[in-house]
């Protein structure tokens, strides 16, 4: 059977558990400058505190345990430490050529985790997710306020970037590409691009199932590049993913009436893993974990959810008390949709 054929099977017969945020699970550790660095970059001419996915590199174990808390959790899928790992976004960082060692590196690191995990849980049915994230620069929007016309960086470029790390991502071992945390779908569309091109260039290599996230960033129910829910869903269905969900900028509580939107709309499955609620005055998540699993509880009760974990704040507590409270119900029904012709 294919990944594919796998991860559908199980979507199927229940809702499916995703891990938690990596970065708030980093800040517990309350790394410094001298740790991002390691040994290898300690002369590096630029600050690398913040650079999470450098981690990969210099820090392999905190970020294995950290996925190793998720599973244990009851996480049935883990995102790579991946978020900003392509090109364009570690340029901020000027580690451009490290990109395609710090995917590898990250999709390695989590199918070890997974190996461990599985040998003390045989029975268990564990994924991992190669994260490919927004990008720090949008095709869609300009960043000089004067100048809305100009774009920062054009479709071949983002496409490339995403090309290598995918290219990274399926050599280092993910079972699922995971295009999430979109608010620009023009961006999207070219990982999307990237992944068909991939998969046809390395036509031996089996073609791995995708999902899609999006991000709704306020109560307007659009992207921040403008999209309602259904012109972003509509926008990337071409991908034929395996799930279409939404993720960060809102806690479950926000995300409500959007989930069941999109519960309406989908011809695929659908998955949610919002923020622990929304930040504080300090830029920090109060939601309890009870909380959290209460609110997601509602969603799938409605038969909202097929697939279900936690973004900003979220933790391996947050992702236990989730898991515990699907436990509860069924998964959405896949909806009869007349094919278009």
């Given at each position: 059977?294919?990944?594919?054929?796998?991860?559908?099977?199980?979507?199927?017969?229940?809702?499916?558990?995703?891990?938690?945020?990596?970065?708030?699970?980093?800040?517990?550790?309350?790394?410094?400058?001298?740790?991002?660095?390691?040994?290898?970059?300690?002369?590096?001419?630029?600050?690398?505190?913040?650079?999470?996915?450098?981690?990969?590199?210099?820090?392999?174990?905190?970020?294995?345990?950290?996925?190793?808390?998720?599973?244990?959790?009851?996480?049935?899928?883990?995102?790579?430490?991946?978020?900003?790992?392509?090109?364009?976004?570690?340029?901020?960082?000027?580690?451009?050529?490290?990109?395609?060692?710090?995917?590898?590196?990250?999709?390695?690191?989590?199918q070890q985790a997974v190996k461990e995990f599985k040998a003390?849980?045989?029975?268990?049915?564990?994924?991992?997710?190669?994260?490919?994230?927004?990008?720090?620069?949008?095709?869609?929007?300009?960043?000089?306020?004067?100048?809305?016309?100009?774009?920062?960086?054009?479709?071949?470029?983002?496409?490339?970037?995403?090309?290598?790390?995918?290219?990274?991502?399926?050599?280092?071992?993910?079972?699922?590409?995971?295009?999430?945390?979109?608010?620009?779908?023009?961006?999207?569309?070219?990982?999307?691009?990237?992944?068909?091109?991939?998969?046809?260039?390395?036509?031996?290599?089996?073609?791995?199932?995708?999902?899609?996230?999006?991000?709704?960033?306020?109560?307007?129910?659009?992207?921040?590049?403008?999209?309602?829910?259904?012109?972003?869903?509509?926008?990337?269905?071409?991908?034929?993913?395996?799930?279409?969900?939404?993720?960060?900028?809102?806690?479950?509580?926000?995300?409500?009436?959007?989930?069941?939107?999109?519960?309406?709309?989908?011809?695929?499955?659908?998955?949610?893993?919002?923020?622990?609620?929304?930040?504080?005055?300090?830029?920090?998540?109060?939601?309890?974990?009870?909380?959290?699993?209460?609110?997601?509880?509602?969603?799938?009760?409605?038969?909202?959810?097929?697939?279900?974990?936690?973004?900003?704040?979220?933790?391996?507590?947050?992702?236990?008390?989730?898991?515990?409270?699907?436990?509860?119900?069924?998964?959405?029904?896949?909806?009869?949709?007349?094919?278009?012709?």
């Amino acid at each position: 059977m294919t990944k594919r054929e796998i991860l559908t099977g199980l979507l199927e017969q229940r809702i499916l558990i995703i891990d938690g945020a990596m970065g708030t699970m980093i800040q517990r550790h309350k790394l410094q400058e001298e740790d991002y660095r390691g040994e290898r970059f300690k002369d590096w001419h630029i600050d690398l505190k913040g650079n999470n996915d450098l981690l990969c590199l210099t820090q392999p174990e905190i970020i294995k345990g950290i996925h190793k808390q998720y599973l244990t959790a009851g996480a049935n899928i883990i995102e790579t430490n991946t978020f900003n790992a392509q090109q364009v976004s570690m340029a901020d960082y000027d580690m451009q050529s490290l990109s395609y060692e710090i995917n590898f590196a990250a999709a390695q690191i989590a199918q070890q985790a997974v190996k461990e995990f599985k040998a003390e849980h045989p029975d268990a049915n564990c994924f991992v997710a190669g994260a490919i994230g927004p990008m720090n620069k949008t095709l869609s929007l300009s960043p000089d306020v004067n100048e809305p016309g100009y774009r920062a960086i054009t479709f071949d470029e983002v496409a490339t970037a995403y090309y290598e790390q995918i290219d990274a991502l399926v050599k280092g071992g993910a079972d699922i590409l995971l295009i999430e945390t979109i608010f620009d779908t023009l961006n999207a569309k070219a990982a999307i691009f990237a992944i068909e091109k991939y998969f046809r260039d390395y036509s031996e290599i089996e073609k791995l199932p995708v999902m899609i996230s999006g991000t709704i960033t306020d109560a307007s129910g659009r992207t921040l590049s403008g999209q309602t829910l259904e012109a972003f869903y509509i926008s990337v269905m071409h991908a034929n993913p395996v799930s279409i969900g939404l993720n960060c900028a809102l806690g479950a509580e926000q995300m409500r009436p959007h989930i069941a939107e999109l519960s309406e709309l989908a011809a695929c499955f659908v998955s949610a893993y919002p923020n622990a609620g929304l930040p504080n005055a300090m830029g920090e998540y109060d939601e309890t974990p009870e909380q959290t699993a209460a609110i997601v509880g509602q969603f799938a009760a409605d038969g909202w959810l097929n697939l279900v974990g936690g973004c900003c704040g979220t933790t391996p507590e947050h992702i236990a008390a989730i898991a515990q409270e699907m436990k509860k119900y069924e998964a959405r029904h896949l909806p009869e949709v007349a094919e278009i012709i």
